[in-house]
């Protein structure tokens, strides 16, 4: 096998304390350690405050990281900054939890989707459109969503749009927290089946984050169970699902039935 | 038009109407004024102090010109000192509260404090100083009461871009490797501007008020140029026994700023409305 793409070695992400007397916060990621082959999926499940999100947005460089090493691609990611960060930016998509907010109100859909293409240096003009429209097209919708704003989009249609945004500059990972979480569940289903067609197109790797094994499930090779901070268990997605090792794995599964269950019909 | 004046409201589009009334009067004055000449300036002492009359309908002034020449010349000054504060003011302010907002840390303790200096003085004694630092003067009054007002103009700014710095869309922007200039005008300010644009209209009838205080006291516009503030100040000397000197323009300032602040409110509870639907 060829080395990872994404690696993830003892990672900590601690937030600061408030407070001058305040004790040391425990660690949000404690020592978390995965690794991401190229072209395939690893998702990564827990409940609110296991600590997925944080680990995400360490991934994504939003938060600081206290110790440990994360290398993309075979450099050291988090030697990275400034302009040059900006740059490595550029090979990482991402996908928030609700399109609503991800996607800027006050711009179209194709400024929208200009904007990373516009970050990357491109100039704008009719290669660019094409472009955009292609984009559009490979996520499922249409060019006359174009001049368009968010809003006017339904949940499913907005979270293509942002997939769309996501893949413009061609990344090889491709990072998503949550993605169907917001959308009811017929849609959640479409959007998975575009997630599926598209890694297979563009030859992506993807950090799938969500509280909902269920769909995980569906869509990944490797899972990563989390719970507070740490990783519970971790393997192929098809031993996990048949047969979990730990207790708590077993609990977020039947939590997912039950749910699923006693959801009410809106 | 029709749908502008349903947004606006009955009160906000007759305010409207009073604004764009004065502001035609400001742009055409010597053509609009009965006295041209009287309006810039040349005296006409053979009929001074005259009340009201067909010739004068707002009577004329301690110098014999047209009072309502006068008015109307005082338009200009009046309109233009009021819009160009708040533009000034807006344009220190707006990138001062944009930068301490989005940067945080040690470049928005710098700023803010800076700013937190020249609110801690009183607004009309601070322009009262440096207008008598700078000499009488148009501009020089513009610029006095601009130095006392971008402060409010900066801390908006800062609170809105609080918010909107944490917005998923910012965020998106920021992975995506956005340079942060770019997020600071692309994604942040469209959502910041509004606010302080309905502010900033809010803001011009305050704003010309100061203005008029200020050539009321002598630092304003040099005469003979009309200016409704000092237009007061002169006919004070003869008021009550000749009103009009004085009640002339100082009806002005108080219908042109009303007009203004009713305006401002106007837009500022659509504003209201328009966030109200997008929650």
Known sequence: ?266 | MSALARRLGYGGTLCLAVIVTFALLALFAPWLAPYPDQGMGTPNVIAKLKPPSADFWLGTDHLGRDVLSRVIFGARVSMSAGLLIVAFSLLIGLPVGLLAGYFGGWADEALMRVTDVFLAFPALLLAVLLAAALGPGLLNSIVAVAVTWWPWYARMARAEVLVLRGQPYVEAASVMGVSQGRILIRHILPGAARPLLVQAALDVGPALLTASSLSFLGLGILPPTADWGKMVDEGRKFFPDRWWVSAAPGIAIFLLALAFSVLGDALRDREGDKRRDAA
């Open chain 1, 1 to 266: 096998m060829t080395a990872p793409l994404l690696d993830v070695h003892n990672l900590v992400v601690r937030y600061k304390p408030r407070g001058l007397f305040a004790a040391a916060a425990k660690p949000a990621v404690d020592r978390v350690s995965l690794s991401l082959p190229a072209g395939s999926t690893l998702g990564v499940v827990g409940e609110s405050g296991s600590g997925k999100s944080s680990l995400l947005r360490a991934v994504l460089r939003l938060v600081p990281v206290e110790s440990g090493s994360i290398t993309l691609d075979g450099q050291d990611w988090l030697a990275a900054h400034g302009p040059a960060l900006r740059r490595a930016r550029h090979s990482i998509g991402f996908v928030a939890q609700n399109p609503f907010l991800s996607l800027s109100p006050r711009l179209t859909i194709a400024q929208i989707l200009a904007e990373p293409l516009l970050a990357r240096g491109d100039k704008p003009g009719a290669a660019m459109q094409d472009r955009i429209a292609v984009l559009l097209s490979r996520c499922g919708l249409p060019p006359d969503f174009l001049p368009r704003r968010a809003r006017e989009l339904s949940g499913g249609q907005a979270q293509r749009v942002a997939i769309a945004r996501a893949l413009a500059l061609s990344p090889r990972l491709l990072v998503l927290d949550e993605p169907t979480s917001a959308l009811d569940v017929s849609v959640q289903a479409q959007i998975l089946n575009l997630l599926m067609d598209l890694k297979a197109d563009f030859g992506l790797s993807m950090l799938f984050v969500t509280h909902n094994l269920k769909v995980v499930a569906h869509i990944a090779d490797q899972l990563m169970v989390m719970r507070q901070g740490s990783v519970v268990e971790s393997g192929a997605t098809e031993r996990i699902m048949s047969a979990a090792e730990q207790l708590y794995t077993q609990e977020l599964m039947g939590f997912g039935r039950r749910a699923q269950k006693s959801a009410p019909t809106s």
